[in-house]
């Protein structure tokens, strides 16, 4: 059949060559190569440029590690021995009681002062009684709690740590100082004559962090030290911010009170929640 040559101009389109087709793909194709190409190698620069800066921080790390050895070794040479074992067997005369004990067994709590003391880095200056054993003056009893306890510590997994040392009720409260001074307990601590147990103490610091009033505890007045008159007990405790009051009855009995208003000489009966 026949067009008509008007509709055939209409429909008409020009032919583009394949060959200029392929040429703009590839150039294409080329620039995005090419920014590609730009991008990896800008970004091998950039994690050279940190892998260099952790190497020389890693070093600085390593020449202060190795500066720190260097003053350990001083110092265990000044004050200490450098040739201890952990499998040193160690005589400790505390408070008359002498204890042998492993060296490991006392040193198994890194970062304490019990581990920092019979290191063997301060053996020089720790004293000693009359036949060479190390001396401690504090209670035996308490001491050699501590120690049966770092012993059932040395065998026990992490996941079923040992109970705490105990003694009898009249010494718990010197053995909750020694672990204290030794850097074994993160147990709330009362400076208390009355509260001598550690269970009554962490009671009292759970009720104040209920109130919200958290913090160390400071003694302000012990009326066997400051004396047993209204005069002495404001002096002391007058202008002092949250206080509790701890009494202890001629029968034994004991009891106490918290006041979140400090206490003033002219207002005796201050209010509390």
């Not at 020009?14 to 392929?22: E, G, H, Q, S, W």
């Not at 350990?72 to 000044?78: E, G, I, P, Q, Y």
């Not at 009684?129 to 510590?153: H, K, P, T, W």
Request: include cysteine; charge should be negative.
């Amino acid at each position: 059949p026949t067009m008509n040559k008007s509709k055939m101009k209409n429909i008409s389109t020009k032919a583009v060559p394949a060959t200029a087709v392929t040429s703009v793909t590839m150039d294409g194709l080329n620039k995005v190569n090419n920014n590609l190409k730009t991008t990896l190698e800008e970004s091998d620069r950039d994690r050279a440029i940190q892998i260099n800066k952790l190497e020389e921080k890693e070093n600085q790390l390593l020449d202060r590690l190795s500066k720190l050895d260097d003053e350990k070794h001083k110092t265990a040479s000044a004050n200490g021995k450098d040739d201890v074992s952990d499998d040193d067997f160690i005589e400790i005369n505390a408070g008359g009681k002498v204890i042998a004990v492993k060296r490991a067994t006392l040193t198994q709590l890194r970062g304490s002062r019990l581990e920092a003391m019979f290191s063997g880095r301060w053996d020089k200056k720790l004293d000693r009684d009359s036949n060479g054993r190390l001396f401690l003056d504090v209670n035996g009893d308490c001491f050699q709690a501590i120690v049966d306890y770092m012993n059932e510590l040395a065998i026990s997994s992490e996941d079923d740590p040992p109970m705490p040392p105990t003694v009898d009720d009249e010494l718990q409260h010197i053995l909750v100082h020694q672990m204290q001074l030794f850097g074994l307990s993160d147990d709330p601590q009362i400076d208390s004559n009355i509260i001598t147990k550690q269970s009554d103490a962490t009671i009292l610091h759970n009720w104040l962090e209920e109130d919200e009033s958290v913090g160390e505890m400071e003694l302000l007045y012990r009326s066997s030290r400051d004396g047993q008159s209204n005069s002495a007990f404001h002096s002391k405790c007058d202008n002092k911010g949250p206080t509790i009051v701890i009494i202890e009855t001629a029968e034994g009995g004991v009891i106490g009170g918290y006041t979140n208003t400090a206490w003033k000489s002219n207002d005796i009966s201050a209010s509390a929640h």
